[in-house]
Each structure stands twice: as C-alpha cells, then as structure tokens.
C-alpha cells in the first residue's frame, strides 16, 4: 500500500511547513554562528543541501552524514 | 485490534501503563534485560533482576491480560565491564529454563568498543550453547550505522547462527536494509527523541514490505511512549493499509517469531479474558 505524491502532498503540507518553520527558528535563535563548532553547522548545512537535492533515499542519506563511518578491518584493530 | 509489543522495558512502567496498554489492544510482550540507568555493582544485582523479569513482571502483566516475555543478558553498556559480565553470563544459565524466557537479549553494542565487542561474542556462544535465540540492541545516533555493521559482521561470521532465529532491533532509514538482506529479523523502535517516529516506521513498512519486520515502543525510563505502537497502527490505518496488513506487522510476525522459542506457549487472548473473568 503506498499513497500517490498528490496524497502525501495535500496530507502532510501542513506538518511539513511546520518542520521547515522549526528549523528557520532554530537559524534565527543560532544568530551569529562566528565562533561555533564548525563540524556542527557544515553537518547541519549539509543536512539541508540533501533535502534540497534531487535524489532519492533522503531520510536514509542523512541518517548516514550523521553516522561514523564503518571499517571493514575493525576486527584487526581490536584483536579480535 | 489487538497488537503485540516484542520491545519493551515494563520494569520502568507503573502499573497504570500496564492497563493502559491492555485497553489499547496489547495481548503479549516482551521484556529484554536492558541498563537500568545505573551501572549495578555486582552479579547479585542481575540475579536479583532476572528474578523481577522471570517471576514479578509475569504476574503483574497477567492481572490485566498481557502475557509477559522476556530475554536475558547484561546489556552493552554495562558490558564494558568485561569481568562482571563473564559472572552475569556464567549465572544466566540458571533462569533459562524459566517458562517466559525466549533467549538470550538484549545484547549488542554501545560505544562500539572491544570490550562490548568481546561480550557480545561472549552471549553469542551462550546463545548457541543452549539453542537460544538472540534480540539485539544496536547503537544510538552516530554510532548506529558503525555498531550495526559490527554486530552483522560478527553473527554472519558464525556459521552456527540460525538468522531466522535473531532479532535485531533498533533500525532505521540506514541500517534496515543491511538487516534484512542478510536474513535477520528487523525490529522499529518508536520513540520520541531517537530512533524512529511511527510515520517513518510507516514508510519503511511501505518500502521494504513486511516480511520480518516488526515494531516496538521500548518503553523504558527515559522519555518514551509505551502506546506508540496503536500510533503506528492508527498512522497505517491513515495511509490506507488494510487491517489484515497491519496485524501482520503488530500480531502474526512477532508471534511467529517468538514461537521458535521453544518455551514460547501462547495462550490465545480469548482464553485469557476468561480467565480474567474467573
């Protein structure tokens, strides 16, 4: 079962525009970000870039920017 | 409808929640050992919560309907710990004859360190000794991703692992994919600051279907919804799923999935309410 684009448009506009306006309020309370954790705000940055890019998988692409990375040769390093 | 929770930590939950849930629908659940929000000090600590889990808890289920299940082991975070945790799996053996026992949970990683790493190898062979099966718990946050591919990598390691016989819980947008491809049940965690929202649990749903996936509230001591799986319910009921779908995911696959458990004897809730009634 999987709504069409124009249902999950007209349904879910409201919650989404209020999502977006959380996240403008969260810029505006930042203020001046001159002297701030830089990692943090180019992850938050990047963050938006995906949501405005045209591909696919995003919630799936975010969960990974924000995730450590994964090294196939972890056993070795713990002499496992 | 009626609904089973296979995640939750009832030991954190006053037993209005356990009315609670009987009225929203819940018929069963189970109750991995988990951090109590402290790290306890000795191994008589565990037994004694092995004893909350696997004689109190059943019996305070049982007054409103629910059947209560349960999983043992000492949890990641306290697994940094690697001598107190070789006494706690060394003492496990003593409960797992106890009738609402389903198997050895919920382990898995933390930090993603060695210590965890070597104790959640430490469980998998406890698990294989006594053909138990296994409920995972994988990371938070940023060490999600990380920690689950770690933990993947060490079951599918193992040859003697039965993959339709372990539950790896926790997964989102990033990690559910990695889960089901390799043949291991997947569990969504519904919860209100981490881990999934039930709208996002719906979309995985719609996305990689059904088959072994199921969802849980966690219900534990931090902030967190022991009702969040009628949400999932009442969202999918939203987006147009019918209701024989819908109890696939919230009834028949974590029921099939518990009865591998060899000590898993449900009793159908008609059964129950007579009982109740008697």
Known sequence: MSRSPSEVLTQEFLQTR???????????????????DRTQLELLRKGCEILNDDR??????????FSREYDENWRQQFGI | ??????????????????ETLAKM??????????????????????RDYFRQLTEFEPKRAAQYGIQHFTWLCIN??????????????????EFLDKPNVLGIGEIGLNKNTKNESTIFLEHMELAIKHQEQILIHTPHLEDKYKGTRMILDMLCHDSR????????????????????????????????????????????????GPERLMANSAGDWGPSKPTAIPDLIFELRRRG???AAIRRVVYENPIQFFSQSRRFKYTQPEARHELLRG
């Open chain 2, 25 to 46: 629908g819940c018929v069963a659940l189970s109750e991995p050992a988990f951090w109590a929000g402290f790290d306890r000090g000795s191994v008589e600590s565990f």
């Open chain 1, 18 to 36: 209020a999502k977006i306006l959380e996240i403008a309020a969260f810029y505006d309370r930042l203020g001046d970000a001159y002297g701030l």
């Open chain 1, 56 to 65: 696919s998988d995003k919630a799936a692409r975010v969960q990974l920017l």
């Open chain 2, 241 to 243: 799923h019918t209701e």
């Open chain 2, 76 to 93: 990641a975070k306290e697994a940094e710990n690697v001598a107190l945790s070789r006494e706690v799996i060394a003492m496990i053996p």
């Open chain 2, 161 to 208: 692992i039965e993959r339709s016989r372990v539950l790896v819980d926790h997964v989102e947008e990033h990690t559910i994919k990695h889960v089901l491809d390799a043949g291991f049940w997947a569990g969504m965690t519904l919860y209100p600051i981490s881990k999934c929202t039930p709208q996002r649990a719906a979309d995985m749903i719609e996305k990689y």
């Open chain 2, 1 to 18: 409808m009626v609904y089973v929770d296979p995640h939750i930590h009832m030991v954190s939950r006053t037993t209005d929640d356990y």
